[in-house]
């Protein structure tokens, strides 16, 4: 995934997450399709804490992402332009895994007395996934759209056209906390801090991977 900053140059987002880690204490709340983005882009400071050469006392992660196993607007067939099960069977399968993976990476590094404390919780909700949403530590926040593509894919074996949310490299607009509370950054990370605990708190339910 890239970052569009200030300047409207792309650059890519693993630099942040990995700063972040530079941090006693990290968390991270990420809002999406299916977590793959989030779990590449901290696969490699995960790593740097494996070798020592990042050392944070607390890693706490959410995660809040569409349950596919219930009838969503998208991803969809092309042809019918409607909810598929088989469809969203395969979105399932790659929900699971990104899901799966990022717990697995976190808890780890715990496992191995490499950080104090490692929490990964991973909600889920009804609702169709429109942008993607990373909070980094309480105060950058890293927003973009997934832009609807038609696309052939393999279901049960055959080739099927559908609907799909393509989340890889596309734009995340970066908005930080200044000194200012009126400044427009500021104001962003607070509104997405209440948007993500308003969903983690009420429509939000545990994911049971």
Not at 95 to 118: K, W, Y
């Amino acid at each position: 995934a890239f970052v569009r900053a200030q300047t409207q140059l792309a650059v890519e987002l693993r630099p942040h997450i990995e700063a972040a880690f530079e941090r006693p204490h990290v968390t991270i709340d990420f809002a999406g399709f299916s977590g793959e983005t989030l779990r590449d882009a901290v696969a490699e400071a995960l790593d740097k804490v494996r070798s020592g050469r990042l050392a944070p006392e607390t890693i706490a992660v959410r995660v809040l992402i569409s349950d596919m196993t219930v009838p969503m607007a998208l991803p969809a067939r092309a042809e019918t332009q409607a909810d598929d099960p088989a469809v969203r069977e395969r979105a399932e399968r790659i929900t699971r895994r990104a899901a799966d993976g990022i717990i697995d990476q976190v808890a780890e590094l715990g496992d191995l007395g490499l950080v104090r404390s490692t929490t990964v919780e991973v909600r889920m909700h009804r609702a169709s996934p429109l942008f993607k949403l990373y909070i980094i530590n309480g105060v950058e926040v890293f927003y973009g759209f997934y832009p609807v593509v038609e696309r052939t894919v393999s279901i049960k074996g055959e080739p099927t056209a559908i609907y799909d949310l393509m989340g890889k490299d596309v734009p995340l607009f970066h908005y930080a906390v200044t000194d200012d509370d009126a400044s427009h950054g500021t104001q962003f990370v607070q509104a997405s801090r209440q948007w993500f605990d308003s969903m983690w708190s009420t429509i939000a339910y545990r994911y049971d991977g």
